[in-house]
């Protein structure tokens, strides 16, 4: 993370990166305890069980936080999905079996992943010991039992309503925790004090809003439960609001590297901080979570959507009134896991590239901008360069260089204590070109080939015999220097 160290006086690059609204206190639907609220100077937190809601929810305090639910999750999934998809659901760094939208028609249930999504910097959950509570099921609801369609139901139809039930508890469980992200930690007064305005702002992200947005989808959910006992269908729901989760979830999701980075300097190096939060995360409101814990909901939650949609596909009829919804909200949302994937990639390589600025020293060679829209760092790596000394006898020699590889910028270089004095530089592909050699004719070495420059950064035409320290690494650079776009 040592860039991200740097990172944080780049107050451009961030705000260019993460486009999220600043969050409004005001505006939020959260609401903080009456005395936090009153009492001026006040450092006390919320001490409230559960988040504090614009509306009378039924359901929500009989469900535990959502940490419990996903450890109760986990081990029920350990008995019916394969490895990958477990990873998935125990390590937050992956989005694993999110990669491959469901075919419209597939009736096979949750599918392996082909590829893993690019991986962020966020911790695992604490590894303590967690009491699973029982959550509620569809069929131990007193208006089920009243209503006596357990008698008429098939166990299909049963295992359907439960599904769609548990997408409506496991929001109440996440809108839970979410409740004590926000209440407890983000309205600390004493912990706000520990922080300037805008490491507030990158730790906590906009999960408030993340938060309203929460409480709009179950206050939803639980209007649908209350008015159809036999759940009708529940995609046509998840589908109106993805516009909203799209906003939300993938600028913080995006944001996480910063948060957690911002997070781990703070525990080492502010006491205040740390004090302040050790003394918050022993509240029986967090029931033993630490805070990162709680800052990884929403990305924890929005995966878990995906899965919990595609159960009740195949559950679902094919001739189903509620099929077309449900498809299209499973659409909407793995392409919200896309994007997410595709914003965490995009500030890993802008993290890599500011990261490298540091270490170039152009020198008398005309630099470069470094850090510009769209480029990424596809490959490097050091080789050694043919050289020939101006002596009588003409004498050859190897020097050791280093590449770096832009989609669309070529940089040689000399490597010395972990810096790069930079030698020259050309325009990728349009002035990079490659050559095999035949090396055993030219006495070279068998790893060698031939670098073409037709404009390098003084305009002129150069060339140069370069050495890969196996075959496997020079058939990787030749691919890679020959790729055109």
Known sequence: MMALKSAWDLERMHSKLFSSPRLKEENT?????????????????????????SFQSKYIHIFPLYQEYSLRE?????????????SELITPEYLKGL?????????????????????????????????????????ELE?????GLLRSLTNRQIRLQECMFELIGSEASYLKSLG????????????????SQREHHILFSNICRVMAASENFFMALEKRLSEHVLIPQVGDIVL????EFQTLYVPYVTNMMFQEALLNQLLQQNRHFLYSLKKLESDPVCQRQSLKSFLVLPFQRITRVKLLLESILKLTEPDADSLSNLEKAIQAIYEIVMDCDKGVRKMKQTEELVCLKMLLDFGKVKSVPLVVSGRFLVHQGSMRQRTVENTSNSKVSFISIYLHLFNDLLIISLKKDQR??????????????????????????????????????????????????TKSDKETWIKMLSCRH
């Open 29 to 53: 639907l959260f609401t903080l305890n009456d005395q936090d609220k009153s009492a001026k100077g006040a450092t006390d937190p919320v001490k409230e069980e559960g988040p504090s809601v």
């Open 74 to 86: 986990v081990k029920y999934d350990l008995n019916r999905l394969n490895k990958s998809l477990v």
């Open 180 to 195: 004590v992200a926000v209440n407890h930690f983000y309205g600390s007064k004493a912990l706000k004090q520990t922080l």
């Open 99 to 139: 990669q491959s939208p469901l075919s419209p028609h597939s009736r096979s249930g949750t599918q392996s992943p082909k590829q893993s999504i690019a991986e962020t910097t966020v911790s695992p959950l604490p590894s303590h010991h967690i009491k699973v509570k029982p959550c509620t099921l569809w069929q």
């Open 420 to 469: 790069f004095r930079v030698m020259d530089h050309a325009e990728f592909p349009t002035h990079v070109h490659v050559e095999t050699l035949k090396t055993a004719v030219l006495g070279l070495p068998p790893d060698s080939f031939l670098l073409r420059l037709s404009q390098n950064q003084t305009g002129l035409k150069t060339a140069m015999i370069l050495v890969a320290h």
């Open 143 to 147: 208006e089920v039992k009243a209503s």
């Open 240 to 243: 109106k609001h993805c516009p």
